[in-house]
């Protein structure tokens, strides 16, 4: 999927020379001992190119002021052994306005040479110390274990440089000075944000799928969120500490923040059908946030998970009366929120909660037709609804269930299959299925600023 750019950092070198921060400490030493020639003093300053935008902000319409915020940038050069020369960084108020709203800093301490140079703008303070901590190559995979909180900040998101600028820095008066002194660097939010609505009503035509009833009462959350972020990827592809299943149960444990009691009722924003989203803030829909999540096994366990509440109510629930031997089965009209037992023979039955074992199998030989030697595997696949809560799994489809950073993903929920599943949490034996259309979505994805990813979802259990 192509990851589109929501604003451009430029850098160019002055003419004016200042001492440089040429020297390394012993601790910063390149390994094997090699020494890199001494670079000659300059200056360089930063060009931020806001899009257009007069308010000292990313230009973005799918963003709120938060989202946009940037309060300050730092500029990390790295020399030519990889080692940290270089740590600067400049309030955005200190910028001056140019034309065509783009902002310049001040000069800003550089030293000729072959250089990487990373940006990151509102850099937390595990930004800053794995910067200082790792050679330029050795970012790459390394995760910093944080909380969501920490990258998607009121007073700023935490962005960084999608790849590094590696080049020659020149004397001013160079031939090459031009080309090799004008840097582009491109930044990206941390973290992906998700809005789940549902512009169609619930009684339209094909809206409601499965069993018969009512579905009221939808909400959303996200589940399985990575807290190991990264700010620079291999070479060839993407490297994630969760890479597999097996990798994702070595650390699901502190790697991940998962939903304690999916009936806590302040996990979730509200789903309103026959809304629509109106605003760039999520406007009627709200919305949520997540941190980049890769896989590579696509496998349910490993990815994170938009969760969908809604309270089903079976249009007919029998009720079991009589003594064995004499059962009499009685349909009574559902109650919404009542407690019910599922089976799924020939088509959904729906129980009362008080129903044993017994009068299933009774109802099975009785009803359902099944034979008695399969009377046990069949009362085993009973399912149990508390209070009448469903639940459904989206996945990010076009993405094979990855959430990517700086995505906006907007899921318009088209159709719902009823009845869901018991649980909105893992429950063996589904973590360990792959991603497929029985347990997610069908998508259709347009992508716009914050890497604007819209689909349709149709929900199934």
Not at 86 to 113: H, M
Request: glycine share 10%; with cysteine.
């Amino acid at each position: 999927m192509k990851r589109n750019l929501f604003s451009k950092v430029f850098m160019t070198m002055t003419a004016t020379a200042v001492m440089g921060l040429a020297s390394c400490s012993n601790d910063n030493d390149p390994a094997g001992g090699q020494e890199v020639p001494q670079g000659k003093a300059t200056t360089m300053k930063l060009l931020l190119d806001l899009n257009g935008t007069s308010t000292r902000a990313v230009a973005d319409g799918n963003a709120t002021d938060d989202e946009k915020k940037i309060k300050d940038l730092t500029v990390f050069i790295y020399n030519a052994n990889g080692i940290l020369e270089s740590e600067q960084t400049v309030l955005f108020g200190t910028l001056t306005e140019g034309a065509d709203n783009v902002f310049t800093t001040k000069a800003l301490d550089a030293t000729t040479g072959t250089k990487t140079i990373f940006v990151a703008a509102n850099a937390t303070t595990e930004i800053k110390q794995v910067m200082k901590a790792n050679t330029a190559n050795g970012l790459s995979g390394r995760p910093l274990g944080a909380e969501l909180s920490t990258i998607t900040a009121t007073d700023g998101f935490a962005m960084f440089s999608t790849t590094g600028h590696t080049g020659d820095l020149v004397e001013v008066g160079d031939a090459n000075y031009a080309t090799n002194n004008n840097v582009k660097v491109t930044l990206q939010r941390l973290a992906s944000k998700v809005a789940v609505g549902m512009t169609a009503q619930l009684a339209n035509a094909g809206v409601q799928q499965g069993a018969a009833g009512e579905i009221a009462d939808l909400k959303y959350t996200v589940d399985n969120i990575n807290k190991n972020y990264f700010l620079t990827y291999g070479v060839t592809a993407a490297k994630d500490a969760n890479m597999t299943v097996d990798e994702y149960d070595k650390q699901a444990a502190t790697g991940f923040e998962m939903v304690a009691d999916f009936t806590t009722a302040g996990i979730y924003n509200t789903i309103t059908p026959g809304l629509a989203y109106t605003a760039a803030n999520g406007g009627n829909w709200g919305h949520k946030y997540a941190a980049e999540n890769l896989t590579t096994d696509k496998m349910i366990k490993g990815v994170t998970r938009i969760v969908v509440q809604g309270v089903f109510t079976p249009k007919m629930v029998i009720t079991v009366g009589g003594n064995a031997g004499a059962w009499t089965f009685t349909e009574n009209a559902g109650v919404k929120g009542n407690t019910y037992k599922m089976l799924n023979v020939n088509g959904y039955a729906f129980f009362d909660a008080a129903t044993t074992e017994e009068q299933l199998k009774a109802w099975l030989e009785e009803k359902a037709g099944v034979p008695t030697a399969d009377l046990d595997a069949e009362a085993a696949k009973v399912k149990t609804y508390t209070n009448g809560l469903n639940y459904w799994w989206v996945t990010v489809k076009n993405n094979q269930g990855d959430m990517l950073r700086n995505n906006f993903y907007k899921v318009d929920i088209t159709s719902i299959w009823a009845p869901g599943r018991t649980e909105g949490g893992f429950v063996d034996p589904d973590d360990n299925n792959q991603i497929d259309k029985e347990t997610n979505i069908t998508v259709e994805v347009t992508v716009e600023p914050w890497n604007f990813v819209e689909f349709n979802a149709d929900l199934r259990p």
